[in-house]
């Protein structure tokens, strides 16, 4: 069962979108300080999106590796405080615009640095030091040695896919991949080193959330990207021909707001080999993901019960077809494994009654989007009246507008009424008006994200589905995190009772 129960109330906000002076992000002071001000809001709960090493798109949601951590979060400044930099290293990468995340700009000065942090630790780590890299490495080196073969030939091979590598390195041939371990073995335990830097620093701000009673909620997308280690690495575990191309891939079909339907273009997983290996390569990926958050979304849940199959070679998402997937055999798995299943599932869209099924019958809770609940009637579920106790209600996720922005730029005249007649006064205030509904709720969760909280318009969106550049490069301007709205929240939080443990002080 779920371990959701206890009213509470979380905030959403990527790690790259926090504040700080080296163009992204990162899990230094100023992480510490926004947690610090996130706990005095009242919010018990903070959410983030997938923290794995991103590509092309800077998407989170497309990343090189469902198990590693995405490096560019390092702090730097943490690093000069361990003595593997010096103040003057950081220097150029502090001159970058730090308003909105350049990736362009921040990623080759940020691996410039990182690689100069490497060489000094290489040359200067003690030996309790590397005893605890050791560990790291020793811990994690099931998928810790793919990743950094990965990552290392694609740095060779010019950052071209997996499957525009010569035969040998595609198909990891055992005598080319003993002959990569030796002639790039420093690349392979600078690699190795990202992760382990990478992984003290999150475990270090987790634990500083804990003490502050934050708990932290995860998001793992169902499906991995094409161009990923785990691909590569487990070809037998996909739908891939003999070259390793995809020969199907996910989606989702045309619908009410799309014609052609959607085309990820993720491979699809050959369920009956992960079946007949109980599903450890799954197994794995939660385990993993459990020792960096307390709760896990799992993107697009439905795909547990059926996946749309699109052939490789279509260019849309029109000729595909429903293919069901073992999502009863997996989460009793699952369950047999862990024990209690601290997951969320992402049940929005078009879904089925199998799909509300497999969710119940393992007391997951669902999700509920306010920004969608205004057109279909009394009846549409994601109105507060509708909620269900265990579920999570957002105003709107990182695919949405920001509140301010959907009510400026997308709410029509027939939604502004219907808000107006359900909270029975004219709407001055939207954010605020969502806001409250939001903590209202009955549902056990209410997840707002940042941009809300700080009443922002359109120009602070995270992301633009279907757009695929331009996207994840909002950042928190410190100044505006002020003790006023702290209060504000607290006391939204505290008369909804959703301060932690039902608290009725602060």
């Keep these: 069962m779920s371990t959701i129960r206890e009213r509470r109330a979380g905030l959403l906000l990527h790690p790259t979108s926090l504040p700080g002076q080296t163009g992204i992000g990162e899990l230094g002071s100023e992480a510490y300080g926004v947690l610090d001000w996130i706990a005095q809001a009242g919010f018990t709960l903070w959410q983030v999106l997938p923290l794995g090493p991103t590509g092309y798109g800077d998407s989170p949601y497309q990343c090189f590796s469902a198990f590693a951590g995405n490096p560019y979060l390092i702090s730097l400044e943490r690093?000069?405080?361990?003595g593997w930099l010096d103040e003057g290293d950081i220097e150029p990468i502090g001159r970058l615009e730090q308003e909105r995340v350049n990736y362009g700009a921040v990623i080759p000065l940020k691996v410039e640095v990182l690689d100069k942090a490497f060489a000094a630790w290489d040359q200067?780590?003690?030996?309790?030091?590397?005893?605890?890299?050791?560990?790291?490495?020793?811990?994690?080196?099931?998928?810790?040695?793919?990743y950094a073969l990965f990552s290392s030939l694609k740095q060779f091979h010019d950052g071209k896919p997996w499957n525009q590598w010569p035969e040998h390195h595609r198909d990891r041939d055992t005598f080319a991949l003993e002959e990569v371990r030796r002639e790039l073995n420093d690349r392979l335990r600078r690699a190795q080193w990202?992760?382990?830097i990478f992984n003290r620093q999150w475990q270090d701000l987790r634990a500083h959330a804990a003490d502050l009673g934050l708990a932290i909620m995860g998001d793992m997308p169902i499906f991995v990207a094409y161009d990923s280690a785990d691909v590569w690495a487990n070809r037998e575990k996909f739908h891939l021909d003999a070259d390793g191309n995809p020969t199907?891939?996910?989606?989702?079909?045309?619908?009410?707001?799309?014609?052609?339907?959607?085309?990820?273009?993720?491979p699809l997983y050959r369920w009956e080999v992960h079946r007949d290996e109980d599903f450890a390569w799954w197994?794995?990926?939660?385990?993993?993901?459990?020792?960096?958050?307390?709760?896990?979304?799992?993107?697009?849940?439905?795909?547990?019960?059926?996946?749309?199959?699109?052939?490789?070679d279509e260019p849309t998402a029109v000729n595909g077809r429903w293919v069901d997937a073992p999502g009863d055999e997996f989460f009793t798995s699952l369950q047999r494994s862990m024990g209690s299943l601290p997951?969320?599932?992402?049940?929005?869209?078009?879904?089925?009654?199998?799909?509300?099924?497999?969710?119940?019958?393992?007391?997951?809770?669902?999700?509920?989007?306010?920004?969608?609940?205004?057109?279909?009637?009394?009846?549409?579920?994601?109105?507060?009246?509708?909620?269900?106790?265990?579920?999570?209600?957002?105003?709107?996720?990182?695919d949405n507008n920001t509140t301010l922005g959907w009510w400026d730029e997308e709410a029509d005249d027939d939604i502004r009424k219907a808000i107006a007649d359900y909270i029975g006064h004219d709407v001055t205030d939207p954010t605020g008006d969502m806001l409250r509904m939001a903590f209202a709720s009955v549902a056990d969760t209410a997840v707002v994200p940042m941009q809300d909280v700080l009443r922002l318009d359109e120009t602070a969106k995270m992301n633009r589905p279907g757009i695929e550049t331009g996207n994840w490069s909002w950042r928190v301007n410190r100044d505006h995190l002020t003790p006023e709205i702290a209060r504000e929240m607290r006391g939204m939080i505290k008369r909804y009772n959703r301060l932690a443990n039902g608290s009725t002080s602060g």
């Design 79 to 82: 690093l000069v405080g361990w």
């Design 124 to 146: 200067k780590a003690g030996s309790e030091e590397r005893g605890r890299f050791d560990h790291f490495y020793e811990t994690n080196r099931d998928w810790l040695d793919d």
């Design 194 to 196: 990202m992760q382990y």
């Design 248 to 266: 199907v891939v996910a989606g989702v079909p045309p619908d009410y707001f799309s014609a052609t339907g959607q085309r990820w273009g993720n």
């Design 283 to 312: 197994q794995a990926r939660i385990r993993r993901a459990l020792e960096q958050f307390d709760l896990i979304r799992i993107d697009h849940f439905r795909g547990f019960a059926a996946c749309w199959e699109i052939p490789a």
């Design 343 to 398: 997951l969320v599932a992402e049940d929005l869209g078009e879904i089925t009654s199998d799909v509300i099924e497999l969710r119940k019958k393992y007391g997951l809770p669902g999700m509920g989007i306010l920004q969608f609940a205004w057109k279909g009637g009394p009846s549409n579920a994601f109105l507060p009246h509708n909620h269900e106790r265990n579920s999570v209600v957002y105003t709107g996720t990182h």
